[in-house]
């Protein structure tokens, strides 16, 4: 198995610098704040009755964030859309967020194109590209983040300005506070998680070294830590190259959980992560225990507890690891993590094909 602990040939393999764009999430989600307080707020027609957040991929993630962590505080619910249309009640009284880290995904220009011809308020967040550029024509707010990293390294710039921005629109309240202290948390977690730290002291080291050559299978609680299951699905997928699956509590319970059963050389190589939050419900925390005694046939699993001072530093607490660990995980496979030929191949198919 590879040296995790050799950092120099761990930056090597990153030609595309995952690395230093983990270690800098902090920073980026104080710039993050900062643009959100300086955008000019939309002019609304109507009163918004709903929130959506329409996206793909890493710009989509900001919206999943949004919908759980905002859910207990915010008046109107809140819709991720990840298409090229948006639902049927979106007009007037919507609020779309349209996020999209390029400015350029296929989907989200066509999502947009739909908000504008049905009078939705809109605020665009993007590094610039065509949605950049037709929001600030049409007269829309524009949070114009910086570019140069892969969308998956930029929750915070595609995450945070949603917070700000309805602060500012009296939805929130308190979310200076949230991300200051999200900031100071990932500063300490960042000593904890990064290649300067060994393995056996390096929670995230030791973790990739678990999935390592298994399937590793993320389950988090619907309300809590499900955006978290998700992130770390994709993150795998995306920075190690390999195959992975989430699912939430109690929904698993009525049907994921019947696969434990059989397949016993499938349950060999797969490796559960449980992602555990103190506001999980307590029949859901019950669920967990149960269902762990379920699992001997499975490699194994692993409990990981949030922690922070607030609610968004813990989800991110979770979420940082993930990210860490997927990129552990790469190197241990001997992957540059940064890469994705299979979807820009994808993109350049579908260009070809207007």
Not at 266 to 281: K, Q
């Amino acid at each position: 198995m590879p040296n995790l602990d050799d950092t120099k040939a761990l930056l090597e393999l990153d030609t595309d610098g995952m690395f230093d764009a983990a270690w800098s999430l902090a920073e980026q989600c104080t710039e993050a704040w900062g643009l959100s307080q300086q955008v000019a707020l939309p002019e609304q027609s109507r009163p918004v009755s709903q929130i959506v957040v329409t996206g793909l991929g890493g710009s989509a993630i900001g919206g999943d964030l949004l919908r759980v962590f905002g859910g207990p505080l915010l008046p109107v619910p809140v819709l991720v859309n990840r298409d090229y249309t948006l639902p049927r009640y979106v007009g007037e009284d919507t609020l779309v967020f349209v996020v999209s880290y390029s400015g350029n995904t296929e989907e989200t220009l066509s999502a947009y194109d739909e908000a504008k011809s049905k009078g939705a308020t809109i605020v665009a967040i993007t590094t610039g590209g065509k949605l950049g550029a037709r929001a600030a024509a049409d007269g829309f707010p524009v949070v114009q983040v910086p570019g140069g990293i892969a969308p998956r390294s930029a929750t915070g710039y595609l995450f945070i300005p949603t917070l700000g921005v309805l602060e500012r629109m009296g939805f929130l309240r308190g979310m200076q506070a949230e991300v200051e202290g999200l900031v100071a948390y990932l500063q300490e977690l960042r000593e904890k998680y990064g290649p300067a730290n060994p393995t056996g002291a390096n929670p995230a080291k030791d973790l990739a070294g678990k999935l390592y050559g298994r399937l590793p299978v993320i389950w988090g609680a619907s309300g809590t830590t499900e955006v978290v299951a998700m992130r770390w699905k994709g993150q795998v997928n995306e920075n190690a190259k390999t195959p992975a699956y989430w699912n939430v509590f109690p929904e698993l319970n009525h049907n994921e959980v019947v696969g434990l059963e059989k397949a016993e050389n499938i349950l060999a190589s797969t490796w559960f992560v449980f992602l555990h939050d103190p506001d999980d419900h307590p029949r859901v925390k019950m669920r967990m225990d149960i269902t762990k005694r379920m699992m001997a046939k499975a490699a194994g699993c692993t409990d990981v507890e949030a922690s922070g001072p607030n609610r968004l530093a813990r989800l991110y607490s979770l979420i940082y690891l993930g990210d860490y660990t997927s990129l552990y995980l790469a190197a241990l496979y001997g992957i540059n993590p940064g890469p994705v030929k299979v979807i820009d191949f994808l993109k350049a198919e579908l260009a070809k094909r207007p």
